[in-house]
């Protein structure tokens, strides 16, 4: 499955102004930027409809924190469980 990329609510506003100000289609603009027509389209009437919420995003704050403190459990974990088994190994060895 390939990962999903994300673009920076700057990189869709200048997208979109491009899209604006050249005499080129939107198929056109999205292929030079490398990006798929659909999703530059998607973007230009989001920001059509409210400039000023548009690209915002989807999670708040507190979710971000919450994924950020879940990946760093995974992380002290996994150092614990290495720990452990090393503990384990050098007991036994010196027996």
């Given at each position: 499955?390939?990962?999903?990329?994300?673009?920076?609510?700057?990189?869709?506003?200048?997208?979109?102004?491009?899209?604006?100000?050249?005499?080129?289609?939107?198929?056109?603009?999205?292929?030079?930027?490398?990006?798929?027509?659909?999703?530059?389209s998607r973007w230009r009437r989001e920001h059509e409809r409210d400039h000023s919420t548009a690209f915002q995003g989807q999670g708040s704050p507190r979710d971000e924190e919450v994924a950020e403190l879940r990946r760093?459990?995974?992380?002290?974990?996994?150092e614990r469980d290495f720990l452990k088994d090393a503990a384990a190994f050098f007991a036994k060895e010196s027996k």
């Amino acid at each position: 499955m390939a990962k999903r990329t994300k673009y920076s609510a700057e990189f869709k506003r200048e997208a979109v102004e491009l899209v604006k100000r050249s005499d080129v289609s939107t198929s056109q603009v999205a292929r030079e930027l490398g990006i798929d027509g659909n999703m530059l389209s998607r973007w230009r009437r989001e920001h059509e409809r409210d400039h000023s919420t548009a690209f915002q995003g989807q999670g708040s704050p507190r979710d971000e924190e919450v994924a950020e403190l879940r990946r760093e459990l995974a992380r002290v974990r996994k150092e614990r469980d290495f720990l452990k088994d090393a503990a384990a190994f050098f007991a036994k060895e010196s027996k």
